[in-house]
């Protein structure tokens, strides 16, 4: 099991998130020419359009998911009419998105205002499902190669245009905005030849009655879908609504560029352990839950880690890739991002098991809540201490994203394993602390714990993880 999540994790981080590493190594580059104007003016805008795309699919992922195990001879019938009825939804969504972005549109992008318009509607409208759709097919189909490709492709296309709009020709933000587009098109055009491939387009009919179950099973999702607004960009949109700088605005961007990378990565591991732990549940064996137990807490350890060994190089790091003092300056905020990003897979754990066992009315209660107490601590907490408080309190949301589930009763009823959720939560806590407090440490000493902390893992690991149990 562990060599499968390897392979298909390297096969996950090295294709589509390859172009992502790539322009982490380019923004010596271009931060000379993006100013914190630029990164303001981007976060604002995203923070709204984010707002709606967490809507996009009416939570119909989770039905699908489920048919395509649970029905192997009729899933792409069901697929079919989320299809079809997705690209119906998709005009009202539009329409309101676009309404509600004109209005909240930034001054210092007043000249570029109607090409961000109809750049994002464009996308919205024909873009998003197939790539949803098509990216979602071949990660259960377990055709990670596939996927890599395509998204590997798509990325080094919006490094090209990026690079071109903000160094060539003085573009600015505008860059982002292009290179998203571009990239969206090249990859949705690959996934529309898929769908139809393999005969996962809509139906000519959509009838209601169809879609009921699949509604009933898919609306919960929508609140468990903007706890990631909630948490990842509600904090800017409340900034810009107490009238914070667009300059300090993009400062905390920045900032939160670095978790961001973390969550990409992330992301990589979750999609090669997301059908992993979806077909353990599936086969229903006594045996399975000892390896899911493994699983999770071989991940958690190394998400604890690796976080860790990054946060605490974080001033080094801004220096080198970050060529502009002005943005410099917000290294202390990224350690506490970062940290915050290491709940992932005890998170995973849960929301699968929830999913799979059709318990998604139960995710509100832990993304959610973990997202209004985000946004509502931001309300409170950000007129008073500054943007910068904005770090603490979406570490603190996610804290309660990433253990609040273990303590759920229908969780309990699912999951018999001792997961030690708050010994977690505290070795979080500490690692989180200890990377603030030697951030400014000589490097030596950085490199001398960081050795000895890499060479404890190793051992623990081995001794742990691969002495006695053999997976296949």
Known sequence: MFKKLLRTSVIYAVGPQLPKV???????????????????VWGSIMAYALLFSAARDMGMIAPMVNTFYQHPSRWKWVWRQINTFLLFFG???????????????????????????MLIAFQSLFLDIPNQIGARYLQLAEKPLTLAAISMI????????????????????????????????FSGIFYCVIIYKEKLHPIRALRLRWLKPRIKLSLPMLPH????????????????????????????????????YIDIFGNAV??????????????????NENKILQLTQFLQLLFLIGPFLIAIWSRELFLIFINNRDLQQSY?????IIMGYSYRPLY?????????????????????VGGLINLVL???????????????????????????????????????????????????????????????INWMYKLILCISLITWTIFYIKAKYFRDIKYK
């Not at 923004?27 to 303001?40: A, E, I, R």
């Not at 972005?101 to 007043?110: D, K, Q, R």
Request: glycine share 6%; charged share 10%; hydrophobic share 50%.
């Open 154 to 185: 798509s990325g080094f296309i919006a490094i090209v245009i990026q690079l071109y709009c903000v160094i060539m020709i003085g573009q600015g933000y505008m860059g982002w905005f292009y290179s998203a587009f571009f990239s969206a098109f």
């Open 332 to 336: 202390d905020l990224s350690i506490i």
């Open 91 to 117: 005009v009202l969504y539009t329409v309101i998105q676009i309404l509600v972005l004109y209005w909240v549109m930034p001054e210092e992008a007043a000249d570029n205002r109607y090409i961000i318009l």
């Open 270 to 287: 979750g999609m090669a352990v997301g059908p992993m732990y979806l077909k353990m549940y599936s086969e229903k064996l006594e045996a």
């Open 225 to 260: 879908n903007y706890s990631a607004y909630l948490l990842g960009a509600s904090d800017r949109m409340v900034m810009s609504q107490n009238n914070v700088s667009t300059q300090n605005i993009g400062l905390y961007n920045v900032a939160y560029m670095w978790g961001n």
């Open 378 to 440: 931001n309300v409170i907490l950000i007129p008073i201490y500054g943007y910068k408080i904005a770090a603490v309190t979406t570490f603190f949301a996610l804290m309660y994203i990433g253990f609040f589930g273990y303590f759920l009763k229908v969780f309990k009823e699912l999951d018999q394993n001792k997961n030690y959720p708050i010994l977690w939560l505290i070795a979080i806590s500490f690692f989180t602390g200890l990377a603030y407090i030697l951030k400014d």
């Open 22 to 40: 790539v322009g982490f190594f380019l923004l010596p580059v271009l931060t000379p020419y993006l100013s914190k104007n630029d990164f303001g």
């Open 348 to 368: 995973w754990n849960v929301v699968n098991r929830l999913q799979f066992h059709n318990k998604t009315n139960q995710l509100w209660k832990i993304s959610l």
